[in-house]
C-alpha cells in the first residue's frame, strides 16, 4: 500500500515530463489524462486485491479439482475392483445401501449440493442478493461436494465429476469474495463465471472450453470489468491441474478425419440421431424430476433405495459397464480397443437418469460423454463406408449437444478431449444440427430448467416475486 502510494506520483511526474519535454503534448491534453487514469488503475490496491483473489482462487480450485479427480479414479477402480469383480450380484446390497446413505448425508448436512451442481452456480448467476447466492455457493457445499460424489461412485451410481467442479469452482471464488471487500453487485457475479469456467478447464484440461463454457451457458456475455481476470482465472486454474496431472488428453488421441465429399452424410446422420437422443434424455429427465419432486420429498429413503437397485440391475444387465462416469468405456470406444456392446448407449443413458433422479449428489457430463460414445459406435455400425472412428466423434457430439444445448462448447470441448482439429469443420455442422433438433423436443435447456427449482428455494417469500 505504501509502495504504490510512493510510485503513484513517480509515474505521474515521469510520463508528464515525457510529453511536455517532446514540446508537443500540453499537460492538460487527453492523452496525458488517460495515461494517469490508466497508471493509477495499474497501480491500485483494489485493483491488485481483486486480481490477487481471482489468481489465488483459481490455484485453489485447480488444487482441489486435481484432488477430486484422482479420488474419483480411485473410487471407479476400487468399486470395479472390490465389488464388481468379487460378485457381479453385489452391487445389489452395496448400491442401494450406498445412495441411503449419501440421500441421508445430503439431506442433513449440504441439502443444496444434490445433483449436478450446474444447476445451482446458474441459479446463483440470476439471483441478485449476496446473501441468497450464499445459500447456494459455499465453502462447506463445495467440500461437501466431493466428499459425497466420492462415496456416489463408489456405490457405483452412474455420476461424474465435471458438473459438480463447476459448482465447487464457483463455490470456491464465491466463498473467497468474502475476504475482499468489494460492491457485490458485479464482483459476485464474476467470481461466479471465473469458479465455473476454471473447474471446466481443470477437470477436462481444456481451458478453451471453460472459457465457451462460461459465456454460453453460465453466464450468456462477459461482465466489462472481469473479463480479463476471468480469463487469466481459466488458465491459472488449468495449468495448475496440468502441473499435478501431466498434460493429458481426456479421451487419449485420435486421428480420425473425413474427406471433404464424405462429411454430408455422417453430419447429417449423427446430428439428427444424437439431437434426438439427447433432447429426449433431457425432456425425460426434466420430467420426471418434476414428477417425482413431491415423492422425493415425501419418501427421500425409498426413492434412493429403489434407485440403488435399478442402477445395480442395469450394471448386471450391461455386464458392470454403466456403473461410476464410463470414462474407461468411452476411451475404449474412441480409440477402438474395446467392445462397447450394442445396448451400452441405452443401458448407460437409463442408469445416468436413475442415479440423477435419487437426489445424490453427482454429475451428467461424464456419463452423457459416454453415452455418446456409444451412439456413435452403433451409428459407424449403420454407416459403414465412412471411417468409424469419425463416426464415433461425431456421435458423441451430437448427443452431448443435444444433451446440454450448448454447441460450441460442446464441439470445442469433444476436440480438445480428443486433440483432434481435422474434424473441426464436421464437429460443428453436427453439432449445430443436433441443437436444432434437440430443442424442437427440449425447448428450455437443461442446466436452466434444473436451476429454477434452486432458484425457487434459494430466494426468500419477500424476492420471489423479482
Not at 440423477?356 to 460423454?369: D, N, R, T, V
Not at 464441439?411 to 464436421?426: G, H, Q, R
Request: aromatic share 10%; net charge positive.
Amino acid at each position: 500500500m505504501k509502495f504504490t502510494r510512493l510510485l503513484h506520483p513517480i509515474v505521474l511526474r515521469g510520463a508528464d515530463r515525457a510529453l511536455v519535454a517532446a514540446d508537443t503534448i500540453k499537460p492538460d491534453h487527453p492523452m496525458l489524462q488517460r495515461i494517469r487514469r490508466s497508471s493509477r488503475r495499474l497501480l491500485s490496491p483494489d485493483v491488485w486485491k481483486v486480481r490477487i483473489l481471482f489468481w489465488s482462487g483459481a490455484v485453489l480450485v485447480g488444487l482441489l479439482a486435481t484432488l477430486f479427480a484422482w479420488g474419483t479414479e480411485w473410487a471407479n477402480h476400487l468399486f470395479s475392483r472390490e465389488v464388481v469383480a468379487r460378485s457381479a450380484w453385489l452391487p445389489l446390497l452395496i448400491t442401494p445401501l450406498g445412495l441411503l446413505l449419501i440421500v441421508w448425508l445430503t439431506r442433513r448436512f449440504v441439502p443444496e449440493a444434490r445433483g449436478s451442481g450446474i444447476p445451482q452456480a446458474i441459479a446463483a448467476l440470476s439471483l441478485t442478493d449476496h446473501n441468497n447466492r450464499s445459500r447456494l455457493l459455499s465453502f462447506r457445499i463445495a467440500l461437501g461436494k466431493i466428499g459425497l460424489c466420492w462415496l456416489g461412485m463408489l456405490s457405483g451410481a452412474s455420476i461424474g465429476r465435471e458438473g459438480p467442479t463447476v459448482h465447487i469452482g464457483a463455490a470456491i471464488m464465491f466463498s473467497l469474495g468474502r475476504f475482499a471487500r468489494f460492491p457485490h453487485h458485479y464482483m459476485d457475479r464474476g467470481l461466479i463465471l471465473a469458479g465455473g469456467a476454471a473447474g471446466i478447464a481443470a477437470a477436462f484440461n481444456t481451458p478453451l472450453a471453460g472459457i465457451l463454457f462460461a459465456i454460453e451457458e453460465m453466464g450468456r456475455s462477459f461482465e466489462e470489468r472481469t473479463s480479463g481476470t476471468l480469463l487469466t482465472a481459466v488458465f491459472l486454474a488449468g495449468i495448475t491441474a496440468v502441473a499435478l496431472q501431466g498434460n493429458y488428453t481426456y479421451f487419449g488421441t485420435s486421428a480420425a478425419l473425413l474427406a471433404p465429399g464424405e462429411m454430408l452424410i455422417p453430419i447429417l446422420v449423427c446430428g439428427v440421431v444424437g439431437g434426438i437422443l439427447g433432447g429426449g434424455f433431457s425432456q425425460l429427465l426434466l420430467w420426471s424430476t418434476r414428477r417425482l419432486a413431491g415423492l422425493g420429498r415425501r419418501h427421500p429413503y425409498a426413492l434412493a433405495l429403489t434407485c440403488g437397485l435399478l442402477i445395480a440391475g442395469i450394471g448386471i444387465l450391461a455386464g458392470g459397464t454403466t456403473y461410476g462416469t464410463g470414462y474407461a468405456q468411452a476411451q475404449a470406444i474412441i480409440t477402438e480397443s474395446g467392445e462397447s456392446g450394442t445396448g451400452f448407449a441405452l443401458l448407460k443413458m437409463l442408469a445416468t437418469w436413475v442415479s440423477y433422479l435419487s437426489g445424490i449428489p453427482g454429475g451428467i457430463f461424464a456419463p452423457s460423454l459416454a453415452a455418446g460414445a456409444g451412439v456413435g459406435a452403433g451409428l459407424a455400425d449403420w454407416l459403414p463406408a465412412f471411417p468409424a472412428a469419425a463416426i464415433i466423434i461425431l456421435g458423441m457430439t451430437a448427443y452431448f449437444t443435444g444433451v446440454v444445448q450448448t454447441p460450441i462448447t460442446a464441439f470445442v470441448i469433444i476436440m480438445e478431449m480428443t486433440d483432434n482439429t481435422d474434424l473441426l469443420l464436421p464437429l460443428m455442422a453436427t453439432a449445430f444440427i443436433a441443437y436444432a433438433v434437440s430443442r424442437v423436443l427440449c425447448p428450455q435447456p437443461l442446466y436452466r430448467a434444473l436451476a429454477e427449482q434452486f432458484l425457487a428455494t434459494a430466494r426468500p417469500a419477500k424476492d420471489k416475486s423479482l
